[in-house]
């Protein structure tokens, strides 16, 4: 199970299907406030449940991978229910948000609130079409942007994430970030909350890591379920 990050939706995931399905089953559930749930108002306990509904449908043991905002709804998700998973994995999620790091998360959120959606969009078009070649960068961008619950969505990670979530959860997990992704500043909290996690560090990607290196991160995740989720 692939989980996005804020702002955008499970077509985030475009680049790895083809590079997943052949090997595993994937399901890319949406967020609340995002994509087919735009319509409701995210909160970190919805959000678990839509993960927990979506991992209840698999008749397999399943291995939940989220990035950014869907790392942290995964790492409650793992909270709460870590026996019925076969792994975790973390991406572009270990700066505690507390101090230092939620400044990362206030940053985000007051930038959408002021620079309002239309130019949002504008501005991410523009940017990410920059940056990534068309055939990975269309089918993201055509799943569309979701702003509007933003702010709710960081005020809950804000309040409820943080590294100790961590404690109860036995299964395999990876941590798995791009090389210069600021979003890694608290990587040690989380390490010492998870001492038996692996860390995978891809070279030449940022916080967008699946969108930098799509097969590098697809591999990292099929390595990871087949090593130690399997």
């Known amino acids: 199970m692939l989980v996005h990050g804020s702002r955008l939706a499970s077509s985030q995931w475009a680049p790895q299907l083809p590079l997943l399905a052949p090997h595993v089953d994937v399901v890319t559930p949406d967020l609340p406030g995002h994509g087919v749930r735009a319509g409701e108002r995210f909160t970190l306990d919805r959000a678990v449940e839509v993960v927990q509904e979506a991992v209840a449908l698999s008749r397999a043991p399943t291995v939940v991978v989220g990035h950014s905002l869907g790392g942290y709804v995964v790492l409650a998700h793992a909270a ?45 078009d523009r940017v990410l079409r920059r940056l990534y070649p068309a055939e990975v960068i269309e089918p993201v961008i055509a799943g569309g942007y979701y702003f509007d619950g933003t702010p709710d969505a ?12 961590l404690h109860g959860v036995d299964c395999p997990v990876l941590f798995l970030h791009g ?11 989380f390490r010492r909350a998870c001492p038996h996690a692996e860390e995978v560090v891809v070279r030449g990607a940022s916080h967008l890591v699946n969108l930098d290196q799509p097969e590098r991160f697809a591999r990292a995740v099929l390595d990871f379920v087949e090593r130690d989720a399997g």
């Open 154 to 165: 960081w005020r809950e990670v804000m309040t409820h994430c943080r590294p100790a979530m």
């Open 80 to 124: 709460r229910h870590a026996e019925g998973l076969a792994g975790v994995v973390l991406a572009g999620c270990t700066a505690t948000p507390t101090g230092p790091g939620a400044a990362l998360y206030r940053g985000v959120a007051a930038l959408t609130e002021r620079v309002g959606p239309r130019r949002m969009t504008r501005v991410n």
């Open 179 to 189: 090389r210069w992704d600021q979003f890694r500043l608290g990587i040690r909290a």
